[in-house]
């Protein structure tokens, strides 16, 4: 079936191996605790296939990367076919109304779909996101990870600047809004995701109050650093552009950088890095398999 045009389409990112393999991931509770995620097994073939429905294709990416990040040192010589294919609207939007529902997220975030309604405390904030966005839902472990830090930060010392890297969805950004942040720079490599982030923003009601932008990492300037950066992103990203990180981190004493989209036994790994170059770990919230981690600058 060919795309319709003005209607969103999924893409899915599809992994086939071995039933050893799925078994693993199940245990992890990778499956179990992602709405997005489905998987088939024939035991008798020994062949599985595991599926994300994502709402873009660099989303896609993540997801396969983050899966193979999982599985390639227990099993380094399974079976492993991987592809990213579009999936054309059908009727998705309905199926995922069986289990998107209004859920509290952080002490202060609630996060809904429209079709929903959600009564807050006053003193809380709800998030309206619709489908279509499997990070930007506050269900991934990551990105729950990262709403809690942001909302604990944001109690401690409100109004401080803050960049998101690798923004998705937006959520991040449009939490920090509601949330109080200030000066908030939301930045991905993926210019669908800015687009979605950016219409996200403006159904929120907080589009004046973030400025996004398409940019890579590697050659992202920033004209000045931000108290909080937020990177909800894969490991080896992280690792391998550390140095660039830090220099977006004010030299102020309540700045920090929150790193997610980290398996937890990349954790350690993700940590040395940035001790290396003057953070320490002041935080680490793990949710499933995932580690997110608020990190401080060492006093000199």
């Known amino acids: 079936m060919s795309p319709v045009p003005g209607q969103p389409t999924l893409h899915v990112a599809r992994v086939e191996t071995s039933t050893a393999v799925a ?11 992602d709405d997005q995620c489905t998987a088939w097994i024939d035991a008798d073939r020994d062949f599985a296939r595991i ?19 999982l599985v390639r040192k227990p099993f380094p010589y399974a079976p492993w076919s991987a592809v990213i294919s579009p999936l054309p609207y059908e009727n998705w939007a309905e199926t995922w109304k069986r289990f998107f529902h209004a859920e509290k997220v ?15 405390a006053p003193d809380e904030f709800v998030l309206d996101l619709d489908p279509g966005m499997s990070f930007g839902t506050g269900q991934h472990g990551t990105t729950r990870g990262c709403l809690e830090l942001l909302d604990e930060i944001s109690r401690e010392h409100p109004g401080l600047r803050l960049l998101d890297v690798g923004c998705g969805s937006g959520i991040l950004a449009i939490a920090a809004a509601r949330l109080g942040f200030t000066g908030i720079t939301a930045v ?7 687009r979605i982030a950016t219409e996200n923003a403006d159904r929120n009601g907080v589009l004046n109050r973030i400025r996004f932008q398409v940019a890579d990492l590697s050659t992202f300037v920033l004209a000045e650093p931000c108290d909080v950066v937020a990177a909800n992103i894969l490991a080896s990203v992280l690792i391998a552009n550390a ?3 830090a220099q977006l981190v004010a030299a102020s004493p309540h700045s920090a950088l929150i790193l997610s989209g980290i398996l937890n036994p990349q954790a350690e790994e993700v940590v040395n890095a940035f001790q290396v170059i003057g953070f320490a770990p002041a935080q680490t919230v793990q949710r499933g398999e995932w580690t997110t981690l608020r990190m401080k600058r060492m006093s000199s």
């Open 106 to 120: 952080s002490p202060r975030l609630w996060i809904k779909p429209s079709w929903e309604t959600c009564v807050p």
């Open 51 to 69: 599926e994300y429905f994502c709402a873009t294709e660099a989303e896609a990416s993540h997801r396969l990367a983050a899966l193979e990040a």
């Open 23 to 33: 078994d693993f991931v199940d245990e992890c509770s990778v499956l179990e605790a």
């Open 243 to 245: 140095a660039i990180l």
């Open 188 to 194: 991905d490599n993926d210019p669908d995701a800015v």
